[in-house]
């Protein structure tokens, strides 16, 4: 079982920078693949960005260019770094553990609000 904890969420203005912490536990973390997700109010939740046990990294469209995902398996955590951000990154930002083999993990949220 792995337990997934997010923090750095906040209120920032258009063009400010946060950045994101998922810190895990319970299992060995560097053989999961982690992933940061998102859901704004209506909308279905969507991929942001994934970085595989290896190291390799896949962001979505929208964000590419402006957030940055990377992960400490020392501290079992991951980070999402968000630059030049824009009132549509707006959302409750998920983090999901996804091992080799078995269930996926998720956790508990946590608010990005961009506005002025």
């Known amino acids: 079982q792995v337990q997934l904890v997010e923090s750095g969420g906040g209120l920032v203005q258009p063009g400010g920078s946060l950045r994101l912490s998922c810190a895990a536990s319970g299992s060995i973390f560097s053989i999961y693949a982690m992933g940061w997700y998102r859901q704004a109010p209506g909308k279905q939740r969507e991929l942001v960005a994934l970085i595989r046990s290896g190291g390799s990294t896949k962001y979505a469209d929208s964000v590419k260019g402006r957030f940055t995902i990377s992960r400490d398996n020392a501290k079992s955590t991951v980070y999402l770094q968000m630059n030049s951000l824009k009132p549509e990154d707006t959302a409750v930002y998920y983090c999901?553990?996804?091992?080799?083999?078995?269930?996926?993990?998720w956790g508990q949220g946590t608010q990005v609000t961009v506005s002025s």
């Open positions: 999901r553990a996804s091992p080799p083999i078995g269930v996926d993990h």
